[in-house]
């Protein structure tokens, strides 16, 4: 049994050796490609998020990029239903972390000089926000009926026609409604879930405080992926304002976001 | 065929199986049907066969009575109501009776009302086997409803329920509606599609000689590419997603063959026009034939020549067509001694083109030369055959385009053999050579199986 583990952990270490011979330290790809469903017509506050998180990290990290909006972005990923997802070269890399971590890979990192204490930190926090806001924004997007109706809804089919606009929305709800179940979401009233909110943007004010940044002067990770969150629900219209009257109640997050906004975004005001 | 048995009009009461000499007396000999008879079925609606038989009795001589009476007999066939149908004439007696009038009966044995499908076929070189269960002559009306599932050995699943009802007349037509889910996996490059739809059929079979059918079809199907290797190319993966395609295809048949698999003489086209764009987000015109041609040129020796192609017009502004609509060329049933669409290069074309041809000669030779026909001569061929094709796109510019049609045609040759199983699968044992082709044509040279229904 022993000699059967050794033997797949040894395949799966010349699987990462192979793949790091392959991606090779260095060089960032030249013409990476970020693909992301279309940022007006057609894209959903979760997607939103994560574009927006993982476009602020690449721009932290000053890595190039050019933005290509696609209606089958989902579809293209590498990993169904995920989005965004880039093209580096050869690779495609789909979600938030695996873009982090193919990154590090590169060698670019934001959080290199942190100690162990702040990487565990950081981590935490990381999946802390995971977790939390974007199973939120799921849940309001997709459980939330009126929401699911009046938004929702127009918004995912527009991009296809007759037939497929309820016939696709509902097999996406379908898969949605059944993540929320897995993580024991769908049983939440939208009271509970706001208050989850409420506790996470409690926990994430204090870990700020009146420092620039989570880890004082330099941007993070965490604070590409919160600002991603955080902005986008602020920005997104909703049917009404609770969701980001929440964020709004926690100054120092909102500061942070126009501090992130101003730095590495400048067009756009709150 | 049904038994046929006569009376004479001078021999009463004495039923004896004619000679070629009475038969050849009485076949054009003045005649007149007077009576019909139809037995042996109960729920079968009586309208329904009535305007089957009526043929019947536009018969004039004893010759046409018998033709008339085996048309109406694959007519009623054609219904799949029965099981059975054998047909007897007589002359008829009693006080309506004329002259020269017959009596014809046909004795049916209906289908029972349910039944399983179990069975195997083979199609794009995939084998099938198929489950399911069917409801036969539902309400007497010649109608039928079918649910099955077909499941292939390289990963290839349809579900299919279809309720169809034939309508019998002189141009026998057969309505259906079908509900279907396929979902096809050709290869590791080319990921999996998904499909979802339904299809309206009318067809329309005359017995023009033997066959000539036509199909105008519905088709409403909501399509799903899904690519499962991250190492498809990306432009495969551009076109990955969810469409839906709405067309009315026009399906032309013409078949004289003697046997669909090893035929020794006779003739076969297809043609297919299908536009779609009806509704969906693909629009598109789209035509392809395949087309062959036998000719027996001694006992045991047998000439095939065949000829297909196809192009595809893109009338689409937003969404274009995608793979699922456009054109593949190669596999052992095709254009030998190429893998299954395995022409072209896997960057430029790997999508699919807009149009090909591919052509065919084979000398088919019977294996056990000089012998009476037997079993093994009639399941198996060895056969010689060089296949030329290509894959092109096309453009506005018409000299360009029929250029670019023999601009590096592919072109293969070997020998083989050929074995039929039941009435529509092939098997084919090849060795075969690629003679000319191009860089990244994924060639095969030397053996290739092929199993299939459709061939070139």
Known sequence: MSKMTDLQTSGILAKECLRTQICGEGEWPKN??????????????????????????????????????????????????KVPFIKAGQFLVADFEPIV?????????????????????????????????????????????????????????????????????????CEMLSHLDVLDWKKKSLDEVFKEV??????????????????????????ALVFGHLFSIITTPLLNNRFAAIIRAYDNLVQLCVRIETEFYQSRFL | MGNLFAKPYH??????????QDFKLLEHKEAR????????????????????????????????????AEIVRKNLMSL?????????????????????????????????????????????????????????????????????????NSGTQKFDACISRHIPGSISSCASGHIFRKKSYWNAVHGVFNEWGTLFDLQFLASYKSHFSQNLQFEGVIRDINMLSKNSPFRLREESGVSVKSSIKHITTIDTRDSKVLANEGAFLQMVMEVAGFGGDVKFLRNYFTSQFYSKISKDVVFQG??????ITDLGTFKKVNMMDRFFLGGPMTLRGFESRGIGNLNNNMAGVTSYWVSAIHIYVKPLFGMES????????????????????????IKTNFRKIFKDYRLSAGVGLVARVGNSIRFEFNLCTPFQYTTGDRIVDGFQFGVGANFI
């Open chain 2, 33 to 68: 049907v007077d009576q019909v008879q139809v037995q042996g079925y109960s729920k079968t609606k009586d309208f329904i066969i009535q305007s089957s038989i009526n043929l019947m009795f536009s018969s004039n001589s004893f010759n046409n009575i018998i033709k008339n």
């Open chain 2, 374 to 397: 037997n079993r093994i001569n009639e399941a198996f061929r060895l056969h010689l055959f060089c296949n030329a094709g290509n894959i092109s796109f096309f453009d506005e510019d």
């Open chain 1, 198 to 223: 409420e506790k996470i943007c409690e926990s994430l004010s204090n870990f700020l405080g009146d420092k620039k940044y989570f880890f004082n002067e330099k941007p993070t990770e965490l604070d």
């Open chain 2, 11 to 20: 021999d009463f009461n004495i039923s004896r199986e004619l000679s070629l």
């Open chain 2, 306 to 311: 065949s000829i297909g192609g196809g192009f």
């Open chain 1, 32 to 81: 990476t490609v970020l693909y992301q469903p279309y940022e007006t017509e057609q894209i959903l506050l979760p997607d939103n998020s994560k574009c927006l998180s993982v476009k602020t990290f690449l721009k932290m990290a000053d890595l190039e990029f050019i933005v290509e909006a696609r209606e089958n972005a989902e579809y293209m990923s590498p990993h169904r239903g």
């Open chain 2, 80 to 152: 799949n109501c029965f099981e059975n149908i054998s047909i007897n004439i007589d002359v008829s007696s009693g006080s309506n009776s004329t002259p020269n009038g017959y009596k014809v009966i046909f004795n049916t044995q209906e289908l029972k009302c349910a039944s399983t499908i179990l069975h195997s076929i083979a199609r794009d070189n995939e084998g099938f086997v198929k489950l399911g269960f069917k409801l036969n002559n539902l309400t007497g009306h010649a109608n039928h409803f079918k649910i099955e599932s077909s499941l292939g």
């Open chain 1, 101 to 173: 971590n193919f990154a590090q890979s590169k060698g670019y990192s934001l959080s290199s000089n942190l100690d162990e204490h702040q990487k565990w930190d950081l981590r935490v926090y990381m999946a802390l926000v995971n977790n939390v806001l974007l199973n939120a924004e799921i849940y309001v997007t997709w459980k939330h009926e009126p929401t699911y109706n009046d938004l929702t809804k127009p918004r995912y089919g527009s991009v296809y026609s007759f037939p497929l606009n309820h016939w696709a929305t509902y097999y996406k709800r």
